[in-house]
C-alpha cells in the first residue's frame, strides 16, 4: 500500500468489493486496475459503480476529457449515474428537485436563495447528483398541490426520514404511527422523505390528508441511514421545519408552538438550527466528575462544547439549509469542515452537535421528548415527576436540572404501547377536561413555558 496514495487504496478496494459478485465481471479486474492507475484516479473512480455496464461506463469516463482534476479525500460516493432503479415504482417520473434543475436565483425569494446556495455545495461534486433528486409519490399529488405554494415551498411541517420493505414492515407501522399522532394533534402537515426501494404501502393518502410523501435514492452501504436526516431538511422544501424519527408520537396540540418558536429563534443574524437538550451530558470537561448521566464523546479535532449535548431532532428555518449542506457535503466527501475530521464521525446526532459547536451555535431547546410512551400515564396526566431533582443536570449548563415539555415521546418501540398512548390521549382529547400541565422543572409543574421562564429567568435552553 505504500506505494499508492490513499484514494487509489480506497478505490482498489471499492473496485474490488463491486466486482466479488460476478465470475463475469472478475474478468474485468485487470483491466479496470490498469484504468485506476494509467489513465487517471478521478476517471477511473467514476467507474466504481457496481452497476450493469461497467465497461462501457469505464471506456466512457476514460475519454471525457472534461473531468475534473483529482480531489484530495476519497469520497464516499462514486458515480453519477442515474437509474430509477433503486426507486419504488409509485415516484413520479420527474424529480421535483434536482442538481439539472438549478438556475440562478438572482431577484429570487430569500429562502429560494438559500436553497440555492445550499443546493450548489453539494451539486458542485457530480458524483451527489443522483443524490440530490427527490420524487413526489404519485399518490399524493392532492395533497403535494394543497400544501405547497406555486413556489414548490411550504410554509411550515413536520419532516421525517424513512424506509420500509414493504406493507406491515415493522418501521412502516412506527412511521403510520408518528403521521396519525401528527394527524390527531398538529395543525400543520407532515412529510415523509423515503430512502427505501418500497413505497411505503401503509402511508395512505385516503387516511392521511396532511402527509406528502416523497421518495430518493438511498445511500450505499457504509454509511449510517441516520445520515439521510439532513437530506430530508433539504428535500422537504419547508420553510420551518422539525425533524421527527419515525419512533416518535406527538403528545397533543401544544407540541405545535415549536414551529412558530423556531421561526422566532432561527433567522437571518443567527441562522444554526437548534436541537433539544440531550439527558446526557458528553462534555469532555465533565469526565471524572462521577455524573451518572456522563458519556464522553471525542474526535479529531473536536471544538470546545458551547452548548450542552442535543438530540438529533433539529429545527430549523430556510435560513438554515447552507449549514446543512457545508456539514453533509464534508462527511460525503469524507474531507475536514473547519479542521473536523467528518469521515471519523458515524452518526448523524454526533456531525450535528460538533458542528454547531464548531461554528459558535449557542441557542438549544429544553428536552421536549420523553423516552417511551409510559409517561403519558405514569408523568405527564397525574402531573408526577418523571424523576429525582435535579432532572438529568450536569454543573456547567444546567445544575438545577433540564426543563422538559411533553411534546413527543421517543424510542418507543412496542407498537401496543404507542397505541395504548395514542387511545388514551384521544380519550381525553375528546372530553371538556382541561388539558395537563405540559410544562416541568425542579419538581414542579407549568400551564406555559412563559410561567416556567418567569420562576427561572437564567435558563440555558428555551421552548
Known amino acids: ?40 484516479l478521478f476517471r477511473a473512480r467514476s467507474a466504481v459503480l457496481g452497476s450493469k455496464s461497467t465497461a462501457g461506463a469505464l471506456l466512457a469516463t ?23 432503479d433503486s426507486l419504488p415504482t409509485s415516484a413520479q417520473s420527474q424529480p421535483l428537485l434536482g442538481c439539472h434543475s438549478l438556475t440562478d436565483s438572482g431577484n429570487k425569494s430569500s429562502w429560494e436563495q438559500t436553497y440555492h446556495a445550499a443546493a ?8 451527489n447528483w443522483p443524490y440530490m433528486e427527490v420524487f413526489l409519490d404519485s399518490r399524493f399529488v392532492q395533497q403535494y398541490s394543497n400544501f405547497y405554494g406555486p413556489d414548490g415551498w411550504m410554509d411550515r411541517a413536520w419532516v421525517n426520514y424513512a424506509k420500509a420493505d414493504g ?17 390527531r394533534h398538529s395543525a400543520y402537515p407532515i412529510v415523509v422523505v ?59 396540540r401544544h407540541a405545535d408552538q415549536l414551529l412558530q418558536r423556531t421561526e422566532e429563534e432561527v433567522t437571518e443574524s443567527y441562522p444554526w438550527p437548534m436541537m433539544p437538550t440531550h439527558f446526557l451530558t458528553r462534555d469532555p470537561r465533565e469526565s471524572g466528575k462521577g455524573l451518572g ?25 430556510f435560513w438554515s439549509l447552507p449549514f446543512f449542506a457545508r456539514w453533509w457535503g464534508a462527511k460525503l466527501a469524507g474531507r475536514q469542515e473547519q479542521g473536523v475530521n467528518t469521515l471519523e464521525i458515524g452518526e448523524d446526532e454526533d456531525l450535528l452537535n460538533v458542528a454547531l459547536w464548531r461554528e459558535g451555535a449557542t441557542k438549544a431547546w429544553c428536552m421536549y ?95
Not at 402531573?383 to 443536570?393: D, I, L, N
Open 369 to 463: 421528548q420523553m423516552g417511551g410512551v409510559g409517561f403519558v400515564w405514569e408523568n405527564y396526566f397525574p402531573e408526577h415527576a418523571p424523576g429525582p431533582s435535579p432532572f438529568y443536570g450536569d454543573p456547567r449548563f444546567f445544575p438545577h436540572g433540564v426543563p422538559l415539555g411533553f411534546f413527543f415521546s421517543h424510542a418507543e418501540k412496542e407498537l401496543g404501547k404507542v397505541d395504548q398512548a395514542l387511545e388514551m390521549l384521544e380519550r381525553h382529547r375528546n372530553t371538556t377536561a382541561s388539558p395537563p400541565k405540559a410544562f416541568f422543572h425542579m419538581m414542579k409543574f407549568y400551564d406555559t413555558f412563559a410561567q416556567l421562564k418567569a420562576d427561572h429567568p437564567d435558563l440555558k435552553c428555551t421552548l
Open 62 to 84: 476514460a475519454e471525457d476529457e472534461t473531468a475534473p482534476e483529482p480531489v484530495a479525500s476519497c469520497s464516499f460516493l462514486q458515480t453519477t449515474v442515474l437509474s430509477r
Open 293 to 317: 448521566n456522563h458519556f464522553l464523546y471525542e474526535c479529531a479535532g473536536c471544538p470546545t462544547p458551547t452548548m450542552r449535548w442535543g438530540q438529533a431532532q433539529p429545527s430549523w428555518t
Open 1 to 40: 500500500q505504500a506505494l499508492f496514495d490513499a484514494c487509489q487504496v480506497c478505490i482498489v478496494r471499492k473496485l474490488t468489493k463491486s466486482l466479488s459478485n460476478s465470475a463475469q465481471s472478475m474478468a474485468l479486474l485487470p483491466s479496470m486496475l490498469q484504468l485506476a492507475f494509467f489513465l487517471g
Open 120 to 127: 450548489k455545495l453539494l451539486c458542485a461534486n457530480k458524483a
Open 167 to 183: 406493507r406491515g414492515d415493522y418501521w412502516a407501522l412506527l412511521t403510520e404511527r408518528l403521521v396519525d399522532s401528527i394527524h
Open 194 to 252: 423515503n430512502f427505501g426501494e418500497v413505497g411505503i404501502p401503509d402511508l395512505e393518502p385516503e387516511r392521511f390528508p396532511r402527509l406528502i410523501l416523497l421518495h430518493a435514492r438511498g445511500f450505499p452501504k457504509g454509511m449510517s441511514f441516520n445520515f439521510n436526516k439532513l437530506r430530508a431538511v433539504l428535500f422537504s422544501h419547508v420553510k420551518t421545519g422539525a425533524s421527527l424519527d419515525s419512533d416518535m408520537m406527538m403528545v397533543g
